[in-house]
């Protein structure tokens, strides 16, 4: 994955992608088993995992639900000891 040097909305999307494909392989699943479990295609997996801009934010959160993450949301600014 090769993003903008500096470019916060991509490197919160890469460590989405990082996590969802660890999530995926530790759960022993492939790209297609996890993709007909979380009703989406395969083509829309492998672009998750590898964070391609512009995907679909319902059928990424079916996806991260189906591996077992929880997604949160806070403030950039917000107190890393928080």
Known sequence: MSFPSGSEE??????LARQ?????R???????ELAGL????L???S??????PGLEIGRVLRVVETVGLELSV???D????W
């Open 47 to 52: 672009d998750l995992e590898n964070a391609r």
């Open 20 to 24: 969802v494909r660890r999530q995926r």
């Open 78 to 81: 917000w107190p890393s000891q």
């Open 38 to 41: 979380a009703g989406v295609g």
């Open 10 to 15: 991509f490197s919160g999307l890469a460590r």
């Open 74 to 76: 806070r403030p950039r």
């Open 26 to 32: 530790l759960s022993q699943l492939t790209q297609s």
């Open 43 to 45: 083509r829309f997996v």
